[in-house]
C-alpha cells in the first residue's frame, strides 16, 4: 500500500515538473519578441517575421558565432538569401545566452533594416530568431547620384536644416529599402541640425539620386 | 530482514528518482556573481592605472550640502583618487573605443587633457576636470556591465564631447546619439553647460542609453522615438533604465541633483528624479500614462520617474533578501530582461521581459516582488478590453509650406466610447505605395480614459503631435497617393482609416 502512495507521489511530481517547464517556456517565447508583426515600420517591405523553436535545437558550432552561421547555412534556401548579399555579424550577450545578427551588406555598403538575428541559450542552442531579410534584387550603384554638397543645398531650402559641424567627413553610404521598391536605394546618411535650434541633431537619410527625405532619426536629449 | 531491505532500497531509489525529476527542471540557475569583483569595480578600486583625482559624484552629495558649487573650498577634503584603467596611453584619456573630447569630434588632440606628475588632477572649473571624470565614468560601467555577463557593442566608437559646441551658449543638456543609419559616425554623448560635465551622474546616465541600445541588439526599443515621436513609452523606458543603472551603482535613489541646480527652478538640493515614492502623483501609473485630452499628452521623463520608482524597489527588495550581492542580482535581471525587448518596446513587454527574465535566471525567485513593485503602483498588465473599438477620424494636412511642400500631417480625432480606458494608444502612418514614405511614422498619446475623445492637429495636441510622411518628389502632380492610419491600443482591436493625398 505504502509503495502505491509512493509511485503515485512520483507520478504526480513528474506531471507538476512537466507543467512547470512547459509554463516556463511558453512565457518565455511570448516575451521573447518572437511574434509577426504588421508593416508599422516604414520603408521596410512587408514588415518582420520571427518565429520561436519549440524545443532548443543542437547545431554545430564551438562559439555563438559559428552556430548562428551554420543555422542560417541550414535556412539559406528556404529565406532566399541572395549571393549578392554579405552577411555581417555582431554578436550580443547576455546571462540568458547569446544573440548573433546579421547585417545585410551588398558591396561594402550596409542595407538598413533586413537583419537576421539567432538567439542562444547558455548551451550554445538555437531558441529562436528573427528574420527581417526580404531578397531584394542588386542595387545599381552606378545611376546618377546628386553630390554631397548638393543634397545639404536642397535640404537647408526645403527643410531648414544645415549640416551638423564636422559632418561633411561622416557621410554614410547606406542602401535604404523602400516598400514596393524591387532594389534597395541608394543613400547619403548626414547629421545635420536646426541653425536656430538648440544643440539636438537630427540623422537624416537622402536617397542619393533626387535628395528625398527617406527617413529621420534624432538626438535623445535629457532635457527639452 | 531480506523484505526490509528490499523495501528501503525501493524508498531510496523513488527518492533518487524524485530528486532527479525535480532537479531536471533547474536549468534556471544563473552563473554565480563574482561579487568581489563587481564591487571593487563599482567602486573602481583598480589597483593599477594612472591615477586621477576626482570630487564623486559631484559637489553637492560630497559635501551633503545642496548648496555647494564649483568653486567651493571645501572640495579640496572631499578629491579622492582613483585609477584610470583601460588607457592605451597612461597620460592620455582614451582608449581604443572610449575617446574623450571637449568641444567636437574633430577637437586638437593638443587641446585635451593630458597627466601631469603621474595623474589627472584638476580644478572642477577646469575642461580636463570634466574629461577625466567622463572617462571614469563610462569606463567603470564598461567594466561593470561586462563583469555582469553583459558585452557592449563596440562596432564603432564612442565620443563623449564634454563641453559640446551649442548655438546657445547658455544651453544647459546631455545628448546621447547612436547613429543608427549612419556607419561612418561613432556614437557621440554630448554635455552642453560648463558645470554639466563635473557629475558622475551624466557620463553613467548617458552610457546607460549606449547599454541599452546595446544590450536590447540594437532592434530600436524606442524606434519611433528616435523617428521623432513626442511620446512613446519605449522612451520613457529608455530614460527609467539609464537612471537605474546610475542609480545602482551609485547606491542612490535619486538622480540629477546637480544638473537640477545647473537648470533652475527647483528647490535646493531636488533631483531631477526621485526612485522612490513620493507624494506627487508619480508612483501611480493611471496619472503618469493618461491623456486628459485637453492638450495633456503623457510625458517620458514623468513616466521614467514612475519607472525609477517600480525598479529601484525591486532593486531594493532584492538587495533585502541577498544583502552582499543583492544589486548585482538587480542589475542583472533587469539587463537581462532587456535584451529580450522588441522594437518599440511598451511598459507592458518590460514588465513580461522581466518575469521571463527572473524565471530563466531565479526559477521565479522575484516574481511577486516584480509583479508587486509594478501593480502595487498601479500599473496593470491585463486591463479589461474595450467594450467598443476605438474610432478614429483624419484629414491629411501640410505641415511644411510653399510649392515644394511635401511633408504631410495628419488632423486626428480618437475616441473612446468604451467605459474602460484605452491602454497605451499609438497612431500610426503606413503606406503600399512607395510614394509615400512615412518619416515620423509612429506617435504615442497614452492611456485614453473612457468616454473621451482627443484631438489632434486642431484643437487639444498641436500638429507636431501628428504622424507625418513625405511625399515622393518623384510622385507625378495631381497624381492621388494612398495612406492608411493604424491606431492601436493594447487593450483593443487596431482600427484603420484610409484615404489619398495629392501632390
Known amino acids: 500500500m505504502k509503495k502505491w502512495i509512493l509511485f503515485l507521489a512520483i507520478a504526480i511530481a513528474a506531471s507538476l515538473w512537466i507543467f512547470v517547464i512547459q509554463k516556463k517556456t511558453e512565457r518565455h517565447f511570448n516575451s521573447s519578441s518572437l511574434t509577426i508583426q504588421g508593416n508599422l515600420v516604414p520603408s521596410f517591405g512587408q514588415g518582420r517575421s520571427g518565429r520561436g523553436i519549440a524545443a532548443a535545437m543542437k547545431v554545430s558550432g564551438r562559439t555563438s558565432l559559428e552556430v548562428a552561421r551554420n543555422f542560417v547555412e541550414l535556412h539559406r534556401a528556404e529565406w532566399k538569401l541572395q549571393s549578392h548579399h554579405e552577411l555581417v555579424p555582431e554578436v550580443y550577450r547576455s546571462p540568458l545566452g547569446s544573440r548573433v545578427k546579421f547585417a545585410i551588406v551588398q558591396d561594402g555598403i550596409p542595407i538598413i533594416g533586413l537583419a537576421l538575428e539567432v538567439r542562444m541559450n547558455r548551451n550554445l542552442e538555437v531558441v529562436g530568431f528573427e528574420n527581417e531579410y526580404k531578397p531584394l534584387e542588386k542595387a545599381d550603384l552606378s545611376s546618377p547620384t546628386l553630390s554631397v554638397s548638393e543634397v545639404f543645398q536642397g535640404a537647408s531650402a526645403r527643410l531648414h536644416l544645415e549640416p551638423a559641424p564636422g559632418s561633411e567627413d561622416h557621410v554614410g553610404k547606406i542602401l535604404f529599402p523602400v516598400a514596393g521598391a524591387p532594389a534597395p536605394q541608394l543613400a547619403y546618411a548626414v547629421s545635420m541640425k536646426d541653425p536656430e535650434g538648440k544643440a539636438r541633431l537630427y540623422q537624416m537619410v537622402f536617397r542619393a539620386a533626387d535628395g528625398q527625405v527617406l527617413a529621420k532619426q534624432q538626438s535623445r536629449t535629457e532635457l527639452r | ?503
Request: glycine residues 8%; negative net charge; charged residues 25%.
Open chain 2, 1 to 503: 530482514m531480506r523484505r526490509q531491505r528490499g523495501h528501503h532500497i525501493f524508498v531510496f531509489f523513488a527518492a533518487g528518482l524524485l530528486l532527479v525529476l525535480t532537479g531536471c527542471g533547474s536549468d534556471c540557475k544563473a552563473p554565480a556573481l563574482n561579487t568581489q569583483k563587481l564591487e571593487r569595480i563599482r567602486r573602481s578600486l583598480f589597483s593599477s592605472g594612472t591615477e586621477a583625482r576626482l570630487v564623486i559624484p559631484n559637489p553637492i552629495d560630497a559635501l551633503g550640502d545642496a548648496n555647494a558649487d564649483i568653486a567651493d573650498s571645501r572640495l579640496s577634503s572631499v578629491f579622492d583618487p582613483f585609477h584610470l584603467d583601460g588607457l592605451v596611453d597612461p597620460s592620455r584619456l582614451g582608449n581604443e573605443f572610449l575617446k574623450i573630447r571637449i568641444r567636437d569630434l574633430n577637437d586638437n588632440v593638443s587641446d585635451l587633457a593630458r597627466a601631469s606628475n603621474g595623474g589627472f588632477e584638476f580644478s572642477l572649473d577646469d575642461p580636463h576636470y570634466a574629461e577625466t571624470m567622463a572617462y571614469f565614468g563610462v569606463q567603470r560601467m564598461i567594466r561593470y556591465v561586462e563583469a555582469l555577463g553583459f558585452s557592449v557593442v563596440k562596432s564603432r566608437p564612442l565620443y563623449v564631447m564634454v563641453r559640446a559646441a551649442s548655438e546657445d551658449p547658455k544651453e544647459i543638456n546631455a545628448i546621447y546619439d547612436h547613429n543608427y543609419f549612419n556607419p561612418q559616425m561613432p556614437r557621440t554623448m554630448r554635455f552642453m553647460g560648463d558645470k554639466t560635465g563635473v557629475d558622475l551622474n551624466m557620463p553613467d546616465h548617458e552610457f546607460g542609453h549606449l547599454f541599452n541600445e546595446s544590450v536590447s541588439r540594437e532592434v530600436g526599443m524606442d524606434y519611433a522615438g528616435d523617428a521623432g515621436a513626442i511620446f512613446t513609452e519605449g522612451s520613457a523606458l529608455h530614460e527609467c533604465l539609464a537612471d537605474y543603472l546610475a542609480m545602482s551603482v551609485a547606491g542612490k535613489r535619486y538622480i540629477g541633483r546637480w544638473l537640477a541646480k545647473q537648470i533652475g527652478g527647483y528647490q535646493p538640493g531636488e533631483p531631477l528624479r526621485y526612485a522612490v515614492d513620493r507624494d506627487d502623483g508619480k508612483s501611480d501609473f493611471r496619472k503618469v500614462s493618461v491623456n486628459d485630452g485637453r492638450g495633456g499628452n503623457p510625458e517620458r521623463y514623468t513616466m521614467a520617474e514612475w519607472c525609477d520608482r517600480v525598479t529601484l524597489s525591486i532593486w531594493a527588495k532584492i538587495r533585502e533578501r541577498h544583502p552582499e550581492e543583492g544589486a548585482a542580482i538587480s542589475d542583472r535581471l533587469v539587463f537581462s530582461a532587456v535584451s529580450l525587448l522588441k522594437r518599440d518596446s511598451s511598459v507592458r513587454d518590460f514588465y513580461e521581459a522581466m518575469l521571463s527574465a527572473d524565471e530563466e535566471l531565479h526559477c521565479g525567485e522575484f516574481s511577486e516582488d516584480i509583479e508587486h513593485a509594478f501593480q502595487s503602483r498601479g500599473f496593470n498588465a491585463d486591463p479589461e478590453s474595450l467594450s467598443r473599438q476605438l474610432q478614429l477620424s483624419a484629414e491629411p494636412v501640410a505641415v511644411d509650406s510653399g510649392a515644394n511642400s511635401r511633408s504631410v500631417g495628419f488632423q486626428i480625432t480618437i475616441k473612446n466610447s468604451s467605459s474602460q480606458t484605452a491602454r497605451n494608444v499609438r497612431v500610426a502612418v503606413e503606406s503600399d505605395d512607395l510614394l509615400l514614405i512615412p518619416v515620423v511614422y509612429m506617435q504615442g498619446y497614452g492611456d485614453i480614459p473612457g468616454g473621451r475623445t482627443l484631438n489632434i492637429g486642431g484643437q487639444g495636441l498641436g500638429l507636431d503631435f501628428s504622424p507625418t510622411a513625405e511625399i515622393d518628389s518623384r510622385a507625378p502632380a495631381g497624381r492621388a497617393i494612398s495612406y492608411r492610419l493604424r491606431l492601436m491600443t493594447e487593450n483593443g482591436s487596431d482600427v484603420f482609416v484610409e484615404g489619398k493625398v495629392t501632390r
